[in-house]
């Protein structure tokens, strides 16, 4: 059973516009966020993580907007670059149990010229 | 630059015949993981190594072995690989335990089984 969801398998966006990145979780202890970039033939690269006592967190041209009762998640890339094509994926933990991080299956972002 | 080495990239091996996937460090980080990926699916973390202390998921078969002989290596052991083995295998480390510490990932090992 998935506790991190990432249903959309892709996406493409234009150049210079918004990507946003969905992310459902099931487990409500669930309380520390993360995004991870990944490159054909690299590992994963940590982007930008959020705690469960904040609604937003921003890096950049990276913003992870968190909303609990819907348990959901997104990041937002504004504005969208070339270099931004990869698959991403949504991570979740909860703190002081196991520790472990679940990851959700990526959505492969493609950036269109 | 302090990195995470995966080797082989890429590995094939036969029905039934044991592997060692390997995997240093440089940035003296205390944890070590072993994650497995599949196509198209989620990173599935098989164990852990807190220093020398192993922790294993309790989903992970009996199959997979791990060995952290130092800081710096740690090692994956497929006793008798089968066809579902056939996979992304990645490592990564953290500098401490705990769900807030990002993970650092070598390039994987694709595993092929034959």
């Known amino acids: 059973d998935q506790q991190v969801k990432q249903n959309s398998p892709s996406l493409s966006v234009q150049e210079g516009r918004i990507s946003i990145l969905n992310c459902d979780y099931t487990?409500?202890?669930?309380?520390?966020f993360l995004w991870y970039k990944k490159y054909p033939a690299e590992g994963p690269t940590f982007l930008i993580s959020i705690s469960s006592i904040k609604d937003k967190n921003e890096d950049g041209r990276f913003t992870v907007f968190l909303n609990k009762s819907a348990k959901h998640l997104s990041l937002h890339i504004v504005p969208s670059q070339p270099g931004d094509s990869a698959v991403y994926f949504c991570?979740?933990?909860?703190?002081?149990?196991?520790?472990?991080?679940?990851f959700g299956k990526g959505t492969r972002l493609h950036i269109l010229p | 630059d302090a990195m995470v080495i995966q080797n082989p990239r890429y590995q094939v091996t036969q029905f039934g015949k044991p592997v060692t996937l390997s995997c240093s460090q440089t940035?003296?980080?205390?944890?070590m993981y072993w994650y497995q990926q599949k196509s198209s699916q989620a990173p599935k973390l098989l164990f852990h190594y807190y220093d020398k202390d192993f922790n294993n998921e309790a989903d992970t078969p009996d199959n997979f072995q791990s060995r952290r002989p130092n800081t710096s290596f740690c090692f994956l052991d497929i006793r008798s690989p089968g066809l579902g083995d056939a996979a992304m295998y990645l490592c990564?480390?953290?500098?401490?335990?705990?769900?807030?510490?990002?993970?650092?990932f070598g390039n994987g090992t694709r595993l092929t089984v034959t």
């Open positions: 940035l003296n980080h205390n944890v």
């Open positions: 990564a480390t953290s500098r401490d335990r705990g769900g807030e510490t990002p993970l650092h």
């Open positions: 487990n409500s202890m669930f309380d520390y």
């Open positions: 991570a979740a933990s909860e703190l002081g149990r196991d520790d472990k991080i679940i």
